[in-house]
């Protein structure tokens, strides 16, 4: 996730009150590595917050691994109904429609996890380059697409995110890094898919975001 999509995310958590949060569903949510180590601003500006305002959190994913709370696939429906055995209020789901084949049935499965009155958090990729993770269907929805996909729903935040560019982004990870690592990191080799991000060279990321309230 981007730096400038945590921020906008995390303004949005703060506006509203724990108990209208806890629980919630992190969707997609990676490993604790990921989330403190390689991508620090996650913890920092959502979870850390949501953890002092007493907001408890369920990290879900689909590998099993450290950090991950719940190991399930929102269309397998066993695991959904496990899902929805724990009740949530909010689900967290931060650039993951682009990793699926059918993000429209995605948002209706995460919807129907929720109350009345349940808060949805939406992010996807807008001008982002190609990122297999297992599949990237190039799915790019503007503020009006995603809106489309919340028909007849409490849509309190539609917009377009703008972040970095790739220079910037790798300047931002070197500082993060101990030591005096190169730019591209160690192990750095090239590949067609750094290539899609080279478009990016000068270009900045930008992200669609929004929040819905179930009703």
Known sequence: MLKEEVIWIGERLSEMDAAQLSPMLDIGSSTHKFRTVEQPYIDELIFAPLAKRGCNVHHVD????????????????????????LKPRSILCGSLLEHVQDPDAAVQRLLGLLPVGGVLFLTVPY?????????????????????????????????????????????????????????????????????????????????????????
């Open 62 to 85: 689909l590998k099993s691994a450290d950090g991950v709370d719940v190991v399930a696939n929102i269309f397998d429906d066993e695991d959904y109904e496990r899902l929805g055995a």
């Open 127 to 215: 001008s982002f380059p190609r990122h297999a993770d297992p599949i990237d269907t190039m799915f790019r929805p503007s503020a009006s697409r995603l809106r489309s996909m919340l028909r007849g729903l409490d849509v309190r935040h539609c917009e377009i995110v703008t972040g970095r560019t790739l220079i910037g982004e790798l300047l931002t990870r070197r500082s993060m890094r101990k030591g005096s690592e190169p730019v591209l990191g160690k192990g750095w080799k090239f590949s067609p898919q750094v290539l899609f991000h080279l478009l990016w060279l000068w270009r900045p990321y930008r992200i669609t975001c929004a929040v819905t309230i179930k009703v």
